[in-house]
């Protein structure tokens, strides 16, 4: 009964900037972590950026000093605001949610946000 969606993606030309958003039914208090992960065509789903409960981030090596991931308790939303945007970045974004619960961690994933950043 998770919902995740996100919003936010489009087309931007590069060196530009877009701020992703990811909506849960589930409180922060339950979730472990919140992502954006993304996948290019032909390529794997590789993370992009993490969050901990702990408020801890995590960064891909390729973004890391251009974009920033953060959350919103109140809101139960985690963002992804992306600057210097780069040809590359383009792909589908997705947000991944992992929550506690009696049995253990699970993850739940978003249909997904296209971002095309042309060259």
Do not use: H
């Not at 995590?58 to 959350?71: C, L, Q």
């Amino acid at each position: 009964q998770v919902q995740v969606v996100e919003s936010g993606g489009g087309l931007v030309q590069a060196g530009g900037s877009l701020r992703l958003s990811c909506a849960t039914s589930e409180s922060i208090s339950s979730i472990n972590n919140m992502g954006w992960y993304r996948q290019a065509p032909g390529n794997q789903r590789v993370l992009v950026a993490n969050i901990r409960s702990g408020g801890s981030t995590d960064y891909v090596n390729s973004v890391k000093g251009r974009f920033t991931i953060s959350r919103d308790n109140g809101k139960n939303t985690v963002y992804l605001q992306m600057n210097s945007l780069k040809a590359e970045d383009t792909a589908v974004y997705y947000c991944r949610v992992e929550t506690s619960s009696t049995y253990g961690l699970r993850t739940y994933w978003g249909q997904g946000t296209q971002v095309t950043v042309t060259a």
